[in-house]
């Protein structure tokens, strides 16, 4: 359970833009492809997309930062109180408000990336200012965290400044680091590097598991702080503590955009530690959260609900590729440009025929959704005495599988419905189907897919195993 907390964030932030279009021809002019914009998005950046992270994971944020006198300025300032931020900490001064426009081309291709921003430094009236404020305001927040971006807010003096007066009254303080300047970032309960931070703070090699942990403990001592979370990617994350390295791996398989991965992980960390969680739990949910975030398309928050399903449905035994039938239609969405293949079938004993045949399906597209029959489903079609194993025991055992991105259960005696919901773009059954027999062929068709039939292994089935069970014995 994660409860309503209060955390500050203090960071810089930024706009992301987002121009989406196509990129069909080069430009007579210069040998440069010619973009054509079709649709615009602003979405908040930085620090602010830490702090909408927050709000998805319920929870009531304040946001210390400055920008820029000008209108990207300002409409930052208007979404983060739509979205519920707290900003009577946000100081505006003379400069350009930071503003990332990246270029996506079909395919979620991006093209090209421009900035536009000014990094100089706070001035020490400025950064007076702040603390100023936060020595009369500290005491109603339960962490705070921060996130550097190097764009000219966490000065040496500003940061040990905050630092200081949240110690002081016994407040953690969680740092997502960018600065090669440990010495900045000394005194806090934890910091958040990634593998290229981690390798730049130290100094030392971090490419073997013994590395990074190496590295950490390094940075863990001359920073003074207690814990140093480094994530690694495809790796997953390295806590390291005084005593003890607790090791997560990497749950999120489908790497569909890494944009703000970093910026979920150290939101969800922070709000399970503000509600006292184990640090190390905390991790693991953190790194939940963030396997999902690289599932979406650029900068974006993930809401506590989807976060919550996921720890349920570990708890259950079955992962996060489990996925409600009524929230089947939210896949198409999220996949939207991705070739997606379904399969079905009962999957009763799992055989070598079922894998080759999963594994063929999976090579057919960018991710392998399976509809799995429900136990009621499967006893109308083979009898009372099946299924053996349960519609959950069936379902975990296929959402092991690399290969297998989704599960769906699905209670008729047919995919039809479900493949009319998902409108996949390959449709795959066994060559033992003639197409005119495959079920859902109609629909997928409609919308340009195609139908393939794999070849399956022959004398292998789940009847033919039990058959062989009850004749020993």
Known sequence: MIDSKRILVIGDVMMDVYYEGEVNRISPE??????????????????????????????????????GDDSVGAEIIRKLKDASIDTRFVIRTKRHTTTKVRFIASNN????????????????????????????????????????????????????????????????????????????????????????????LTGLPVETEEEIIIASQELRRNSACQ?????????????????????????????????GAGDTT??????????NMDLKRAVEIANYAAGLQVAKVGTSAVYVDEVLEVVRNEKEGVIHKLVDYKKAKDIRKIHEKRQIVFTNGCFDILHVGHIRYLQEASKLGDLLIVGLNSDSSVKRLKGDNRPINTERERAE?????????????????????????????????GNDY????????????????????????????????????????
């Not at 150290?266 to 509600?275: M, V």
């Not at 003639?434 to 897919?449: F, H, L, T």
């Open 109 to 200: 291709q991006q093209v090209m990336r421009l900035d536009e921003e000014d990094t100089f430094s706070i001035t020490s009236e400025e950064c007076e200012k702040f603390l100023l404020m936060l020595k009369d305001e500290i005491g109603q927040f339960d962490l705070v965290v921060f996130s550097d971006y190097l764009k000219g807010l966490l000065t040496y003096d500003f940061t040990q400044g905050v630092i200081k007066i949240a110690k002081e009254v016994g407040i953690k303080v969680f740092i997502d680091v960018k600065d090669s300047n440990v010495a900045k970032y000394k005194g806090a309960y934890l910091l958040k590097p990634n593998q290229k931070e981690l390798h730049v």
């Open 227 to 259: 814990f140093v979370l480094a994530t690694c990617g495809s790796k997953g994350m390295r806590l390291v503590g005084d005593k003890e390295v607790f090791i997560v791996n990497s749950v999120g398989k489908e790497v569909f955009d890494v944009t």
């Open 397 to 429: 055992i296929l959402c092991a599988l690399e290969y297998v991105d989704y599960v769906i259960l699905f209670d008729e005696d047919t995919p039809y419905e479900l493949i009319k919901v998902i409108q996949p773009d390959v449709l795959v059954k």
């Open 30 to 67: 210069a040998p440069v492809p010619i973009f054509m914009k079709k649709s615009e998005r602003n979405v908040l950046g930085g620090a602010a997309n830490v702090a909408a992270n927050l709000i998805a994971a319920n929870q009531q944020v304040s946001m210390m930062t400055i920008i």
């Open 266 to 275: 150290i939101s969800y960390l922070c709000a399970c530690a503000a509600n």
């Open 434 to 473: 003639k197409p005119n027999e495959v079920v859902g062929r109609d629909i997928v068709e409609a919308r340009g897919g195609r139908l393939e039939l794999i070849k399956v292994v022959k004398g292998k089935s789940t009847t033919n195993i039990v058959d062989r069970i009850i004749s020993i014995h």
